[in-house]
Nanobody, 121 residues
Framework: QVQLVESGGALVQAGGSLRLSCVAS????????MAWYRQAPGKQRELVAV???????NYADSVKGRFTISRDNAKNTAYLQMNSLKPDDTAVYYC???????????????WGQGTQVTVSS
């Protein structure tokens, strides 16, 4: 099995910063992409940022220039640095990883349990 554990969510004032972390553990041969999604109350889950094993990144238009995704492959960890936070960034943030459990396995999709980010105005 593979587990993803997020941390770093908090209550912060508008304009502030937070850094989220996501640690993957368990039976892992390699991790393909790692990503952050978010889901606000009453809204669908949306992609925030994604990073490949080679370090290529992509961002939602709403966070470009404010958020930065990174990863430490040796630690199976992804980060999301969030700056200039806005009340609209309030959501539960979920980590996602596409994982090979063995060299012969198929790619599998895993999710963390989520961490709450609340931005007050």
């Amino acid at each position: 099995q593979v587990q993803l554990v997020e941390s770093g969510g908090a209550l912060v004032q508008a304009g502030g910063s937070l850094r989220l972390s996501c640690v993957a553990s368990g039976s892992i041969f390699s991790i393909n992409t790692m990503a952050w999604y978010r889901q606000a109350p009453g809204k669908q889950r949306e992609l925030v940022a994604v990073i490949t094993s080679g370090g290529s990144t992509n961002y939602a238009d709403s966070v470009k220039g404010r958020f930065t995704i990174s990863r430490d492959n040796a630690k199976n960890t992804a980060y999301l640095q969030m700056n200039s936070l806005k009340p609209d960034d309030t959501a539960v943030y979920y980590c996602n990883a596409v994982v090979l459990r063995t060299s012969n396995d198929a790619l599998r999709n895993y999710w963390g349990q989520g961490t709450q980010v609340t931005v007050s105005s």
